[in-house]
């Protein structure tokens, strides 16, 4: 029988008799043996293997495990499998694997590597509930402070326009900046204060007896480990009025635990992020402003915290 009236009959493309036809040539009738079609019964990357990139996955960057990725892309994990498992498989078949996993793309949060875990568990349980115990004591408040810069090209958000054109936003093509200085409590009362030049100890006293003249009760002020916050002359200035304010020092490395982080973060995106300052002047208007904007465009955040406004201008 020919291979055209062999396809007819058995109602199989020419190519598959002709496949059978050289299987059967080379193998004999075990090779028209029929075998199981479909994705393999068993995983390829067994359970223990399976754990171990899990736990990599998340506990560890790409970049330890020298890896050339940054983020865990399924690329990433793709390169994992094949060098640590000796596992080819597709993206796609990477991306079924995470999804398993219960793992799902996020956008990661930055942190130093040099922050000392064992240091940040130290300060959360030990120092911290030590300050809450003492500010109760002695009826103090409990301010956290920052301080950071504002630029004009700084830009947040999006607005609409045609699909497929990038819409254009007109603005100055000059570059100028401000910087502000805030606290802020436990119970949503933020103290802030807006200067032009760099963040220096005679902005940071001027700051501090400001806040000490505004606040009536005593001033647990916790801030992050700056030069300026540990110079010798803030300390002189600290020792000569610890009957009114005392400092503390968060742990290296560790803008997490403080809540003035999510403050800065808001001010710039809604009082300046959303505008179009056109010199140095408006800018400044646009932060001094902030917490009126925020009573009538409420944030989250803000809303939680802010209770209270208090503006020291510059």
């Known amino acids: 029988m020919r291979q055209v009236e062999a396809a007819s009959v058995f109602k199989v493309s020419r190519a598959s008799v002709n496949k059978w036809s050289r299987l059967h040539e ?27 990139a899990i736990r990599w ?3 560890k960057g790409p970049d330890q495990l020298r890896l050339p990725f940054a983020l865990w892309t399924r690329e990433a994990v793709q390169q994992l499998l094949k060098n640590e498992f000796g596992v080819e498989v597709s993206v796609w078949t990477v991306g079924r694997y995470l999804k398993a996993w219960g793992m799902t793309p996020q956008k990661p949060v930055r942190r130093a590597f040099e922050q000392n875990p064992a240091e940040v568990r130290h300060w959360l349980q030990m120092e911290y509930p030590t300050i809450e115990r003492d500010a109760k004591r002695f009826g103090a408040e409990i301010h956290w402070g920052d301080e950071m810069g504002l630029r004009s090209d700084h830009q947040v958000g999006r607005t609409y326009g045609r699909r497929g054109t990038t819409p254009v936003i007109l603005g100055t093509g000059q570059r100028f900046r401000c910087n502000m200085i805030s606290t802020i409590t436990n119970r949503g009362r933020l103290a802030f204060m807006v200067f032009e030049k760099g963040f220096r100890v005679k902005v940071f006293l001027r700051f501090l007896k400001r806040l000490v003249r505004h606040v009536k009760q005593r001033i647990f002020l916790i801030v992050d480990r700056h ?41 710039k995106s809604n009082a300046l992020g959303r505008r179009r300052a056109s010199n140095k002047t408006e800018l400044m208007g646009d932060v001094r402003g902030y917490p009126r904007s925020t009573q009538r465009q409420p944030n989250l955040v803000m809303s939680y915290f802010l209770e209270s406004h208090v503006h020291y201008a510059a």
């Open 227 to 267: 030069p300026v916050h540990r110079a010798a002359s803030v300390q002189r200035w600290l020792r000569k009025h610890e009957a009114k304010i005392r400092m503390f020092f968060l742990p290296s490395y560790s803008p997490e635990l403080n809540p003035d982080e999510m403050l800065n973060q808001d001010v």
């Open 26 to 52: 080379e193998h004999g009738s075990k090779g028209l043996a029929g075998r199981k079609r479909g994705r393999p019964a068993r995983p390829r990357l067994v359970a223990a293997d399976r754990s171990r």
């Open 57 to 59: 996955i998340v506990g």
